[in-house]
């Protein structure tokens, strides 16, 4: 009995222990607090008033486990961190945001330093990074006051240093490195001829000396202050984004032995006024600081603040791809007779840019060419252009007139898709040509000579054709109401996507007919389709009879909502369905019906709709053509509401649809297609 007595009073004891299973304690030790559980010390937080906190791998025996994150420490006023011999290496993230941190003090068994371990440690100004050290990955990134950094022998080549401190001025290299070297506080290979890392913070000019024939991708990635650079004979390649931080550059030396520019290589943005070329290179050349290609002579980089008036030269055979972009000074440019083309996006958001002379051989503009160009407020397109792409003069808001020649075969009907800050847009162009269409789809006023009347393609049909609502707020219902007045007594309400058959127009208004009900609705938040035969699609209801009482319509889906009685045998148009409910106008009231108390119609045949406009409940979205009908198929283009697509086949939620040239797939419930009824209500099943 005594040995029993013994042994749970030992367990007792050894359950109190901190530790152990079930038992937790809690202690601070240098700086950060701990919880001692399960046998093991997890770092919970840190001492407010701690000035030095010290990392290590164990507290009083118990392990502080390796996949453990300290954030709490950002709050932390400790100014000092040290970390605790025997511990090899530190994992990403650990010690990152920790803005009064201003001093490391590092152990001799450090061998490996994680990604971003040290990032955004805003208060560090230099940094001797302990030898022993072989990996260092971003571990500093954005520590922005950070002003030099000491690397070890020991490091290794790594594909990112990330030291991108806004105020670097020096990188240094320990002696005995056999992979980095530091001249002039500017990192480069051990051999000299790779340039791996410029000071982010440094100002002025810089030239790369003789002998570089490399220059890594982040090389200048970061510095947003250097002025000029030369580059020496031997690079042959800039890569993709190199200078692309660089908003100070004012001008760039390219030498003869260069080969290779990638896409964004050069400064894009900021205040890069020239690209000089030396002589002799084979592929590239440069004309008043504009970079050219010497087998095509196409425009390569035209810098950003080249200046107010360009005369492109002739020869250039066309305008390519973004090359004037967002450019924020251009106002005047000249193109000359040897340019055909001009391609997607050449000019898109140039804001400041007024006037643009185009050739006559000018024959095709491509898509989004003058999107955005905001100042422009006039273009005379030649009489050999030949095709428009689509959005070419989106959101041109200083455009009034636009003349379109007789040789426009091919245009998007988005071409002229024209904002001009609620004045009207006048588009002069041949009846019934592709112009035409784009002034009626997007109801612009047209003529087809300046000097007469303007009017809109759509006040000119006067048979009866088709509406769609659309309305700005996808979330609010447009109006029905007795006359063609914003006073007028509302009749109904409509959502989106609902179609109506047009019996006439009077001014902005249309009169129209919604499953039965005769009323107005504004133009400016419709959109009509030019068919002359087909009447509206649309769904009826009706009430079951054999109910035991009244139906009920509720003023939302949810059975306690409030409601009023619908009688037995009443029909309803039905809107939408939203689960087991009904979106229902009964008598022009909207509610919601439960499925079980009606039948929709079940033999209604109706011939398919041999086109359709694309409602979109997002104004400013625009609707995918896919490839196949699944929304991870590839995109063949997109396209803005008031599209006008031609049907060619239902499938599911899907409706196969030709534009522009090209079939494809769109999602049925932004395309409002116009089909005919043949058939008559008849009970169904549902």
Known sequence: MRKTWTLLLCLLCLACLPGIAGHAETLSVDGIKYLIENGEARMTGYVPDAETVV??????????PVEEYIWQLGQSSAKTLVIEEGITEIPDGYFCNWEALETIVWPTTLTRLGQGTFSSCSAIRSVEIPEGVVSVNGTFSMCDKMETVSLPASLKTSDWLGFTGESLQEINVAAGSTDYRSVDGVLYSKDGKRLVLYPSGRQGPFTIPAGVTEITQSAFGWNSKLEALTIPEGVTSLESTLLQSCMEMKTVNLPASLTTIEDMALPGYGVLSRID??????KYYSVDGVLFDRRTKEIVHFPPAWGTSYDVPEGTPSIGSEIFAYNRMLETITIPRSVTEIADGAFSGCGW????ALPITLEKIGSYAFSECIALSSITLPPGLLSIGELAFYYCTSLKQIIVPDSVTEMASTAFTVSSNGEDVVLYARKDSAAYRCAWINNMLWAEKPGETPVRPVDLERAPKAAVVNNDDANTNLNLREDPSESAKIISQYPNGTTAEVLGSEGNWLKVRVGGTEGYMTKNRT????????????IWGRVKDDLAGPALLYSQPLDSAPSVSIAKGTTFFVLDTYGVWYKAEVDGQIGYILSQQARVAGNISWEMPDYGVIVNPNQRDRLHLRESPSTRSTSLGRYFNGTQVEILEWVNEWVRVRVDGKEGYMLSEYVAGIGKWEGTLEPGNG
């Open 55 to 64: 990392y290590r791998r164990t507290v009083n025996g118990y392990p502080v």
């Open 353 to 356: 840019l007024r006037s643009v």
């Open 277 to 282: 070329m030396a002589d002799g290179n084979p």
């Open 527 to 538: 959109v009509e389709t030019d068919s002359l035969t087909h009447a509206v699609r649309v």
